[in-house]
């Protein structure tokens, strides 16, 4: 029978991941050595290899009785476990609620942290959306109220450009009336100084002291001085084809008339009653007058034929 005797203790932390094991021999060969069991590793504590055995007084050679049958075998300390144990073992039921309720608001918490995220990133695409529409209907409306201003001031140019016609239609309406007036007065002038040239009255003073002036010559605008500037062409055309006057009275016909009054021939019982010094010009006008005639008539036969 065997007089050791071994005394087990065990020492726990506060923490529920971490325990600690002390295994106290105080009995036998293994005497005052303690093995320490903490956190999955084992270490001794005390003296090691352990002492000799001391002999028995009974006769047995070794105390308490002890007789081995082979020299004791004196080997260092092997741990009992060499791996880690799990992170489960020596835990309490308590502990191990703990941990995965642990576990289970931390896993809550992600995902809740995940769906803020996400919920953010929605909010964030959604404001930018609403910024970039935003964004496109200002510019579209700044593109519609341009194109709305270029509209009307086009209609309002356009609508300048229609009232500044219509001034300068309505002007020169007011001139042609202006001119046509002027036109059929001086062509009564004109007959009636012709008139009066067949007439031959010499108590008017136009037979007896005719002057360049006093001609009548087929213009509406009478020559100032002994100049032949106002007898252009497109002054007697004016004069004597004008809707103003005559107007039974066809353009051909017309212009048969002026040259009947205005031949050579014809012309010359008014030349001789002109002042000597006005006569070379008025012999000039006349010669003016008959070839710019003679051109009227050519033309109006160019045009009926």
Same mark, same amino acid.
């Given at each position: 029978? +065997? ?12 923490? =529920? ?31 090691? =290899? =352990?002492? +000799?055995? =001391? ?32 992170? +489960? ?27 803020? /995220?996400?919920?953010? /990133? ?18 579209? /409306? ?164």
């Amino acid at each position: 029978m +065997s007089h050791r005797r071994t005394t087990t203790s065990t020492t726990h932390t506060h923490t =529920p991941r971490q325990r600690s094991y002390v295994v106290t021999i105080d009995a036998g060969t293994f005497a005052n050595i303690e093995i320490v069991i903490e956190g999955g590793r084992y270490h001794r504590r005390g003296v090691w =290899p =352990p002492p +000799s055995i =001391p002999r028995s007084e009974h006769g047995h050679g070794y105390k308490f009785g002890y007789a081995p049958t082979s020299p004791a075998k004196r080997t260092s300390f092997t741990p009992l476990h060499s791996q880690q144990p799990s992170m +489960s073992a020596g835990r309490s039921p308590s502990a191990d609620t703990r941990s995965k309720v642990a576990y289970e608001w931390d896993h809550v918490a992600s995902r809740r942290r995940m769906a803020e /995220e996400r919920a953010r /990133e929605q909010q964030r695409r959604r404001e930018e959306a609403r910024l970039a529409e935003a964004r496109r209907e200002a510019a579209e /409306e700044a593109r519609r109220r341009q194109a709305q201003q270029h509209q009307q001031q086009q209609q309002q140019q356009q609508q300048q450009k229609q009232r500044r016609q219509a001034l300068r239609e309505e002007r020169r309406r007011q001139e042609r009336i202006q001119r046509a007036r002027e036109i059929a007065n001086a062509w009564r002038t004109y007959e009636g100084r012709w008139a009066l040239l067949s007439q031959r009255q010499p108590e008017l003073g136009l037979l007896s002291a005719l002057t360049f002036e006093r001609i009548p010559w087929p213009v509406a605008d009478v020559p100032q001085g002994r100049t032949l500037d106002m007898l252009q062409p497109e002054a007697i055309r004016e004069f004597l084809l004008s809707p103003a006057h005559s107007p039974d009275v066809s353009s051909k016909d017309r212009i048969r008339a002026a040259l009947r009054r205005w031949h050579p021939d014809k012309f010359t019982r008014v030349l001789n009653q002109v002042m000597e010094s006005d006569r070379n010009a008025v012999e000039e006008g006349m010669g003016v007058v008959v070839r710019c005639l003679n051109d009227m008539l050519e033309k109006d036969h160019q045009a009926r034929d």
